[in-house]
């Protein structure tokens, strides 16, 4: 079995600030993948980076970068200099073989 | 290219009646995924097809959810005798394969009166 554990139901953060979402999972695997995805209101579902396991090097997408602690099963997705459009619904994804198993998610407030 | 779309967007019955959600996938992606979100909630995985294979339906939450996948293409998720609790978000995703990005449609909401 695999679980997702997103701490923070919600968060907020000032424009321009940075803003750092923590996702912990469990998974016996080694070969896998993790996924950061964001909803905003309008309902759909939208990739925001991609991690696989076995590179130590973290992920980077402009403003948005992760840091992978294998050992720790630690996933937290830094958004810097946010922005009015990153308010949403956060989820961390780790996906193993068949299966994307999606945290509860995290609702980010920007303060303009 | 087109995205996954979904139809209906909104769909409202009565409970105990059937419905059908439809989900098109985007061309040539193999993999298509079945996901129940529920109000505030996170994505419940609902059932998986990939290829020929078998679908994995080991989300359905009961006998009263299935789907089917025709052609490799288009899918159904059919709820029969729907009941309040059934209520949510039903979203469909595709991808080219097991371990690549999901692709999302914009999902259906059903509500059970």
């Known amino acids: 079995a695999q679980t997702v554990t997103q701490s923070q139901p919600e968060m907020s953060v000032q424009e321009a600030e940075t803003v750092t979402l923590s996702c912990t999972y469990d998974?016996?695997?080694?070969?896998?993948?993790l996924f950061w995805y964001k909803q905003p209101p309008s309902r759909q579902m939208i990739l925001v980076i991609r991690?696989?396991?076995?590179?130590?090097q973290n992920a980077t997408e402009n403003r948005f970068s992760v840091n992978f602690q294998k050992a720790a099963k630690s996933f937290s997705l830094k958004i810097s200099d946010s922005q009015l459009g990153d308010a949403a619904m956060y989820f961390c994804?780790?996906?193993?073989?068949?299966?994307?198993?999606f945290g509860k998610g995290t609702r980010l407030h920007i303060l303009p | 290219g087109a995205g996954v779309s979904q139809s209906p967007s909104n769909k409202v019955t009565e409970k105990g009646k059937d419905v059908e959600l439809r989900c098109d996938p985007i061309s040539g992606h193999t993999a298509l995924y079945w996901y129940r979100q529920s109000l505030g909630q996170g994505l419940e995985f609902l059932i998986y097809f990939q290829g020929n294979s078998a679908p994995d339906k080991s989300g359905l939450p009961s006998d009263r959810f299935s789907a089917e996948r025709t052609g490799g293409s288009v899918s159904t998720l059919t709820i029969q005798r729907t009941q309040q609790e059934d209520s949510a978000v039903y979203l469909c995703a595709s991808s080219l394969g097991l371990r690549n990005e999901q692709f999302f449609g914009p999902g259906t909401r059903l509500t059970v009166l």
């Open positions: 998974t016996s695997e080694s070969d896998y993948y």
């Open positions: 994804a780790p996906n193993r073989d068949d299966k994307i198993i």
């Open positions: 991690q696989e396991a076995y590179k130590q």
